[in-house]
């Protein structure tokens, strides 16, 4: 369930396409999308230079930042207050690459995890295992539903991520045709409407 899962069953439905879905851990996503057990990923893919120069990236349809997920009143405001907190990850994401970056650097938090799947770090939170979660906006969103009254974001990156559909180099044809789709999603609200059902507001606006 989610927001991915239903713009893609909208993007199938426009294409005329049956969608099938792969459930993929995030460290062999693009290992996967190269072998092809899929044609491609829609799952929170930042669409980085490095990135476009190995793949298909379309225009983005979402935009994402790094936000701060924790227990209310920890005091915990910015990254830089980790320090003797434990914190967790999905591996390999840019949440992952940032949360690394500062420990590196010298932020001494007290355990740093990461998860393969970002449910597993929630899971965490909620059980106490964890202080805080860095994690994607969208995705943090939809996570703390329910639970705001436990939760919230603390701190959000100034610097918003573009999202792109992600597809194996060379496949032009698919890559064209979900774009126009997506256009057409956004001409008509649809897309518009998927977001705010799952995070309370409209996650794509300002992104095209």
């Known amino acids: 369930i989610g927001f991915d899962i239903d713009f ?3 993007l199938g439905k426009r ?9 993929t851990a995030w460290d062999g996503i693009f290992a996967s999308l190269d072998a092809d ?3 491609c990923i829609i799952s929170a893919v930042s669409i980085t230079p490095e990135r476009q ?3 298909n990236l379309t225009k983005p349809y979402i935009a994402n930042k790094l936000v701060l997920v924790t227990a209310k009143d920890l005091g915990i405001k910015s990254p830089e207050d980790l320090a003797g907190f434990r914190v967790a990850t999905q591996t390999e994401t840019t949440a992952d690459v940032f949360m690394k970056g500062k420990i590196e ?7 740093y995890f990461v998860y393969d799947k970002i449910i597993q770090c929630f ?3 909620k059980l106490g295992r964890v202080d805080a979660v860095l994690v994607d906006s969208v995705v943090a969103a939809y996570y703390i539903g329910a639970d705001k009254d436990k939760f919230s974001i603390v701190w959000e990156n100034a610097e918003a991520e573009p999202m792109g559909i992600c597809l194996k180099k060379g496949n032009d ?4 045709a979900i774009e126009e789709a997506v256009d057409a999603m956004y001409a008509d609200g649809t897309i518009a409407a998927i977001a705010t059902t799952h995070f309370g507001y409209d996650t794509t606006a300002g992104v095209r």
């Open 53 to 55: 120069e190995k793949y």
């Open 123 to 125: 899971d965490e939170l």
């Open 8 to 10: 893609s069953a909208e």
């Open 173 to 176: 044809a698919l890559t064209a």
């Open 105 to 111: 650097a010298g932020l001494a938090v007290s355990d």
């Open 37 to 39: 057990r899929y044609d």
């Open 15 to 23: 294409l005329g396409l049956t969608i099938e879905l792969v459930d």
